[in-house]
């Protein structure tokens, strides 16, 4: 299969050590498929390797004087797409890039493909699964789906369905955090077609999660937009 008609969409901040095996699962495992890294300025050389990429249909949004955070990341690096469809993923080989074969099928028959965790391989402290819990609640009560996750960082979407919801509602949305699909789920039309993957949510094996307290109550924010 050739996959000239998706890019996949990857923020990043210092995932130096993560980016290159990333890049090449993607350029390696999807011929034709189409990158585009949004750096939010990183210091640890991310951006030089992702232009080692240049060659592989492989772009670089560096960011350095834009906004920072993975939402307003997204939003830009998605004004960038000129193919019909987009996936998000992170840089940190959390999101299995296996996956990514099955969600742009699915994505051939509907507007939006959420990857969401079956199980978690990572050894998580009692307070971060009773907090990942209660925000996945939260987020379902807010958006009246019962998506298994609708917090997921994973997701993949008809361009122009992302576009229109932005066009319209940007201005709503959490710019500095984290949680842009749930953002963009809370505007998209009722009759929009959601479908599911799941994966098994990988352990971070270099670096640690950049997620603070901040971006928490960013979130609980959101939930009153």
Known sequence: MNYSDFTVVIPTLNEGRNIGRLLDALTE???GINVIVADDGSSDGTQRIVKKYALKKVKLLAREKAVKGLTAS???AARMVGTDYFIVMDGDMQHPPE???E???LLHSCDIVAAARKRVLVRWAAHRRIVSRVATGLARLR???NLSDPLSGFFGVR???FRDVVS??????EPEGYKVFFDFLKYIPKDTSVSEV???FGVRERDESKIRLRHILIFLRSLFK
């Open 103 to 105: 969600v742009c099928r």
């Open 74 to 76: 997204v939003i830009d």
């Open 99 to 101: 996956k990514i074969a």
């Open 198 to 200: 799941f994966y098994d």
């Open 159 to 161: 361009t122009g369905v």
């Open 29 to 31: 495992g999807y011929p």
């Open 143 to 145: 958006l009246r789906r």
């Open 168 to 173: 319209k509602y940007g201005r709503r949305f």
